[in-house]
């Protein structure tokens, strides 16, 4: 009796510890004990990551962005969905969006587009971020900045879970400006009748400033444009004639200019600093002729010029392009070359000679002339004398 009992309850225990099947055939799924979400803090509380070559902290500033063209923006696609890494990319037309970093700071231009990415071993819900501290906004689509200057931008992610990412902040100088480009030249260019006269020995030279990004390259052409020449250093117009001058010069971000300030000649002659793009010179590269003549002609003995006190020397110069600036002189190579202004005169006996050179408007100088003269002071010296019938002759004072 006793076993009858006890196989009885072991029947009743074997079945109670056998799971029970509802109608459909489903069992029940044990009881999950509910387990509380994790706080969300305010993202104001998270401390700010700086994002920078100097102090890297993602994957976002680590490799500094390259100076490159940036391609054609492809189609924005939700950053949840095709991002694999955070990271920071600039999207623009290709050869005008451009960004450059110095080693300190990145530079961009307007038509930059910053794309904000983030990946999560489960899934992003959103992405954050603050533009100047001017408010939060949810990111949907790459954005540029249009104002000029230093501008930071705030980011951070959040994923389905509730997980905030701790805030991240780049900064970028927006640079709209191309460089301020200035032409100098050594000698002055001279305007004469509407055409700028310059000489090819004449220096010019092109300064470039940048004030954000900084120069990239500076160019130059005589041709108006048709072939350009990297500028590198001061030069001289090896050329003749009527020549187009342009520059034009490029910062680090792609804002370039052909617009640049020279001192040209007004009307009145002054020169003056103007805004130019082209400039019509003519280079003179002859030097004037210069001649030296006496009022009457001279006597010769033995080959050489005999004048007297009295002659009167003219120099003349002619220059038929831009035209005769001075004539200077100099007497036996005596002292430096004086300004030429009248004629001149040789007083003293014995041999002289005159040099005499010119200089043209852009600063030609001709070779130097020489004029050689035996100046002849001493009267002749006169005697009397007398005749007698004894043929004797006696000279009398």
Do not use: C
């Not at 990111?139 to 104002?147: A, G, K, V, W």
């Not at 003179?284 to 003995?301: G, S, Y």
């Not at 003269?373 to 004894?390: A, F, G, K, N, Q």
Request: proline share 4%; glycine share 6%.
């Amino acid at each position: 009796m006793l076993r009858k009992v006890a196989m009885t309850l072991g029947i009743i225990a074997i079945l109670f510890s056998i799971p029970l099947f509802s109608q459909e055939g489903a069992s029940e799924e044990p009881s999950i004990a509910p387990v509380e979400e994790p706080a969300i803090e305010e993202a104001s509380t998270f401390s700010l990551e700086e994002v920078t070559a100097d102090s890297p902290t993602s994957s976002v500033g680590v490799e500094p962005p390259a100076v490159v063209d940036a391609q054609e923006p492809s189609q924005a696609q939700p950053a949840a969905q095709t991002a694999s890494s955070s990271d920071y990319t600039v999207v623009g037309q290709a050869g005008l969006a451009k960004t450059y970093f110095d080693g300190v700071n990145t530079y961009a231009n307007s038509l930059v587009r910053f794309k904000l990415r983030s990946s999560d071993n489960f899934q992003t819900d959103q992405i954050k971020y603050v533009m100047d501290d001017t408010g939060e906004l949810d990111y949907t689509d790459p954005f540029s900045i249009d104002e000029e200057g230093r501008h930071s931008i705030q980011y951070y992610s959040i994923d389905r879970i509730g997980n905030i990412e701790n805030k991240k902040v780049f900064s970028v100088y927006i640079d709209n400006t191309p460089p301020d480009v200035v032409v100098t030249t050594e000698i002055p260019v001279v305007n004469i009748d509407g055409r700028y006269y310059i000489s090819s020995g004449n220096t010019i030279s092109i300064a470039a400033r940048d004030n954000m990004s900084g120069v990239n390259n500076i160019k130059y052409s005589l041709d108006g444009g048709v072939e350009w020449v990297d500028y590198s250093t001061s030069f001289r117009l090896n050329a003749e004639g009527d020549i187009s001058f342009m520059v034009k010069a490029e910062d680090n971000v792609a804002n370039s200019t052909q617009s640049y300030r020279a001192y040209i000649p007004d009307v009145s002659g002054n020169n003056v600093m103007q805004q130019n793009e082209s400039i019509e010179f003519y280079v003179d590269r002859n030097a004037p002729a210069v001649e030296i003549t006496a009022d009457r002609e001279f006597l010769l003995r033995a080959g050489r010029n005999v004048a007297g006190s009295d002659y009167l020397y003219t120099i003349t110069a002619n220059d038929e392009e831009s035209g005769i600036k001075d004539v200077f002189y100099r007497i036996d190579g005596r002292g430096a070359f004086r300004k030429y202004e009248s004629e001149i005169k040789l007083t003293s006996n014995g041999e002289h000679f005159i040099e005499a050179k010119a200089v043209d408007n852009v600063g030609n100088v001709s070779d130097i002339k020489i004029l050689s003269v035996l100046v002849d002071i001493i009267p002749p010296r006169s005697t009397i004398e007398t005749i007698t019938d004894d043929e004797e002759s006696q000279e009398l004072e």
